[in-house]
């Protein structure tokens, strides 16, 4: 497949600008890919569409207030976009004015200042800031919104799920946005049960494929997170006939990953591309404490299954395409995507393409909102 073969007509008036209230009163297209249907309902009747014995993930990912606007010491404006901590505490950074902000110069920020050590190989900058605190940053910086966004946020909050917890993502997981803590309790009263991974969302989910020959796009590399409980209640889930609902792509792009490197553990290397940080721990099968904020975990759980699920942590470099064999995911909520992007891939992966656009075609005609803060899609 091509580029090309993911791209479709949107009017620019339906790229949703503010997010709805309340947050579950958007809308929801109900795409069943065993009767071939589409059913046109809202996301608050998410409930109804779930079974005893279900198992949603969401990324608990919180997006940090990564973007700083400042001057350079020649009075010039600079921006920065805060992508990465290294261990060693400086930052790597997106700056704008790339090109004239060189090593050894100093930029200005409200309340911090930043010396730029180094380029990165993705064209990026090393900052040291000063004070080097977190809470100094999250005082001088701003929640970053998509580029398609051109409003600012009346209360960041809205662009955070209700369930995020650990700060790492400059992006927010966004199929997770349409959850209130009511509905959660409404899901959990149908029998359905939660758990959680993080993935912390880097700046390339914005980035469009610009090769027309998919094998040649750089897809970026994340820091995931699949923790022992969550791994025990998905086991438990397949084994008695549950199943899997990924809230969002970079919940299936974790899940999959996971599930591709436990059916083939064993393996001398990785079986999917990945890219480390110098600094950074390899991707491995040990994981951090679990961190359920959802609720309690089922706890170690034995199973018969074709294989075990194994816990994950490390940085998940994964470009799910039609052709990938899914594994774990056996439904999915997400948004509606940007024409040739990654996201809308992995979509068309699970659901196939001519489907999902058609699926599009029809939200189009009926006035979904789209992107970030617009409508969902249930995939079943």
């Given at each position: 497949?091509?580029?090309?073969d993911?791209?479709?007509s949107?009017?620019p ?5 503010t997010?709805v ?22 996301f ?5 569409h ?6 949603l993930?969401?990324?608990?990912s ?9 001057r350079r010491?020649t009075?010039g ?12 505490g400086?930052?790597e ?5 790339g ?13 911090v ?32 919104l ?12 809205r662009?955070q799920?209700?369930?995020a917890?650990?700060?790492?993502s400059?992006a ?5 946005l ?8 409404a899901c959990?009263?149908?029998?359905a049960?939660f ?5 912390h ?5 914005f ?5 027309d020959?998919?094998?040649?796009h ?8 699949l ?38 553990r ?16 390899p ?14 975990g ?5 199973v ?5 699920l ?13 052709g ?9 909520v ?11 891939m992995l ?6 393409r ?21 409508d969902a899609?249930?995939i079943?």
């Open positions: 497949m091509r580029t090309a993911f791209d479709y949107l009017p008036e339906l790229i949703a600008q997010p209230e309340p947050r579950d009163s958007s809308r929801l297209l109900v795409l069943d890919r065993g009767s071939d249907s589409i059913a046109h309902r809202h608050h009747d998410l409930p109804e779930l079974r005893p014995g279900d198992l993930v969401v990324n608990d919180r997006v940090i207030p990564a973007r700083l606007l400042g010491s009075g404006a600079v921006e920065a976009l805060l992508v990465h901590e290294r261990a060693t400086e930052w950074a997106l700056v704008r004015p090109r004239r902000v060189r090593p050894g110069e100093t930029l200005h920020f409200e309340s200042t930043a010396t730029v050590l180094d380029r990165t190989a993705s064209g990026g900058r090393v900052l040291r800031f000063d004070p080097p605190n977190r809470e100094a940053l999250a005082a001088a910086g701003v929640i970053p998509p580029p398609y966004i051109h409003a600012p946020l009346a209360d960041p909050e662009y799920t209700v369930y917890r650990e700060p790492g400059v927010a997981p966004t199929a997770g349409h959850f209130t803590p009511a509905l959660v309790d959990r009263e149908r029998g049960d758990a959680s991974l993080t993935l969302v880097g700046p390339g989910t980035k469009p494929v610009q090769t020959d998919l094998d040649a750089p897809l970026h590399a994340e820091l995931a997170f923790p022992p409980t969550t791994v025990a209640a998905i086991n438990h889930t397949h084994a008695n006939g549950g199943r899997v609902i990924s809230i969002g792509t970079t919940t299936v792009r974790v899940l999959e990953a996971a599930g591709l490197a436990s059916a083939q064993g393996l001398s290397t990785v079986p999917f591309p990945l890219r480390e940080p110098a600094d950074q721990p991707l491995s099968s040990e994981a951090p404490a679990d961190h359920l904020p959802l609720g309690e089922e706890g170690k759980v034995e018969k299954s074709p294989f075990q194994r816990p994950l942590t490390g940085w998940i470099d994964f470009f799910i395409r039609p990938h064999q899914f594994r774990v995911v056996d439904a999915l997400t948004n509606f995507h940007l024409p040739r992007s990654t996201l809308l979509v068309a992966a699970f659901a196939g001519e489907r999902v656009l058609a699926a599009y075609a029809e939200a189009v005609r009926h006035g979904y909102r789209f992107y970030s803060f617009g899609m249930l079943l």
